[in-house]
């Protein structure tokens, strides 16, 4: 089958991509930019990509005549806290203007599992679409997913962050709304195989795994997991606001996915039907299988996607690929460069500088700038880095984002997401000589623009020194 595939470079696109092309089905791939699309070089030869923005005005004349079923994985909660369901809603209406005369008889919808006695905006929002999605020219397959566990999923990496950072918690009542959540392996699993099931067509259905528990229980089983002692309180005084507030500081989430998380943490979502599990033949994880799985992806160096790599996680929602060229007027500019050792262990520490690694040199300091960007309410240093050695254009680092990663002409260029008066770029490049050279560019906006970059010129003078002599130096 030929397999039309929104959000390739989501969460759970990167993951279904190279599962779909497995079961031998071609693939084509809509993304807004084509660069930002993270696989490998194999994965790409095999794949059509087709750069599309649903929320831009339609060109029908963009996707293949011949596509036969699509996936939608469009999302737009962590974009926007206010007028998200304004933009989901547009996005599935251009969906079915793309598809309106084309021959695509199935497409599955991955949406969120829904209470209808009580409903988050979130929810609401999904639900809008879904209805959106019914009056198109095709068969709608709904799958209504508790909240998924797995490798770099964003339920996954906040209670990860919350458990294993802080031993007491004093946290909101909203950690006793129960839930039932899913393996990711098991929504890979419902994803592919109602694929062309008749079975599946103009249906709905909940998918879950077996465990219902609330969110304080998913912490304590988490906790009796990984070995970890944590206290829990609950206080009836958290508003939402300050809820969101809670996550955005304790966690590597933006505020903008904190505020419509706790939104939807209020309400109780729980599995009404398992007809699907016995259609499909699924067998679901337990909670505590899907915690083990997704720490044997992590310990093994395979996790293939994560939430933090999604641009909206980010300060700009804005296509990226304009900073791409890094501009010369009316910019600040530190250059320095340095003869390497061995051009090949120098290349090697570019390609994993930050997360774990860290910035090689005063990484303190780096710590202490990532907190008061977090104060400033950037998004600081914990979204880390989703492998150890492998960097593709789009992926977050830190509180920078990945503009271009070219192994081959040994070129790393980072665009700035923390929270700055202006626009940064910091630049890696390894000539033919072996020579390491490292540029921080700076574009100041007015006055303040200017007073950052003098006031911080001191530490950039050694921290900027210091981390090209490591990078250079055996």
């Not at 031993?167 to 419902?190: C, F, S």
């Not at 984002?401 to 192994?407: E, K, N, S, T, W």
């Not at 560019?441 to 900027?464: A, D, E, Q």
Request: aromatic letters at 10%.
């Amino acid at each position: 089958m030929k397999i039309l595939l929104t959000g390739a470079n989501g969460y759970i696109g990167m993951r279904l991509l190279p599962l779909l092309l497995e079961m031998n089905h071609e693939v084509v791939c809509a993304v807004r930019s084509a660069d930002r699309l993270s696989v490998d070089k194999e994965i790409r030869e095999k794949i059509e990509i087709v750069e599309i923005d649903f929320l831009e005005e339609v060109d029908k004349d963009l996707l293949p005549k011949d596509i036969d079923a699509a996936y939608y994985l469009i999302h737009s909660m962590t974009g926007s806290i206010k007028d998200f369901d304004n933009l989901e809603e547009k996005s599935a209406k251009n969906f079915n203007a793309y598809l309106e005369n084309l021959s695509v008889k199935q497409v599955i919808y991955l949406t969120g599992m829904v209470n209808e006695d009580k409903m988050s905006k979130h929810l609401e929002s999904r639900k809008k679409v879904g209805q959106v999605l019914s009056q198109g020219n095709f068969h709608l397959t709904r799958l209504q997913a508790g909240i998924i566990v797995g490798s770099g999923s964003s339920s996954f990496e906040i209670i990860r962050d919350l458990c294993e950072k802080l031993p007491a918690m004093i946290t909101p009542l909203w950690v006793n709304t129960k839930t039932q959540p899913i393996a990711i392996r098991n929504v890979l699993e419902y994803l592919s195989r109602s694929l062309g099931k008749e079975e599946c067509f103009d249906e709905s259905f909940d998918i879950a795994g077996p465990d219902v528990m609330t969110y304080k229980s998913m912490m304590l089983r988490y906790c009796e997991i990984r070995d970890l002692n944590l206290h829990i309180v609950g206080v009836p005084f958290l508003s939402p606001k300050l809820s969101s507030y809670w996550l955005y500081f304790m966690t590597s989430t933006s505020y903008k996915l904190a505020t419509n998380l706790v939104d939807s943490m209020e309400v109780e979502v729980i599995s009404k039907d398992n007809r699907l599990e016995k259609i499909l033949k699924v067998k679901p994880l337990t909670y505590t299988e899907a915690i083990k799985a997704a720490f044997d992806k992590i310990e093994q160096n395979q996790v293939v996607s994560s939430w933090k790599d999604s641009r909206v996680s980010g300060r700009f929602t804005s296509d990226l690929n304009k900073y791409i060229q890094v501009p010369t007027h009316g910019c600040l500019v530190d250059k320095q460069e340095s003869k390497s050792d061995d051009a090949k262990k120098s290349l090697e520490k570019i390609w994993s500088i930050g997360g774990r690694n860290g910035w090689y040199y005063a990484n303190r300091l780096w710590k202490i700038r990532g907190f008061m960007d977090k104060l400033a309410g950037g998004v600081g240093l914990r979204r880390g880095r989703t492998h150890p050695n492998k960097i593709y254009a789009g992926d977050s680092l830190d509180f920078w984002r990945v503009l271009l990663a070219d192994r081959e002409k040994k070129r790393l260029l980072l665009f700035a997401e923390m929270k700055v008066p202006g626009e940064a770029w910091l630049e890696f490049y390894i000539d033919e000589k072996g020579i390491v050279h490292q540029t921080a560019t700076f574009r100041p906006k007015g006055i303040w623009g200017r007073l950052y970059w003098y006031s911080m010129l001191p530490f950039h003078y050694f921290i900027f020194a210091g981390m090209l002599e490591r990078i250079a130096k055996e």
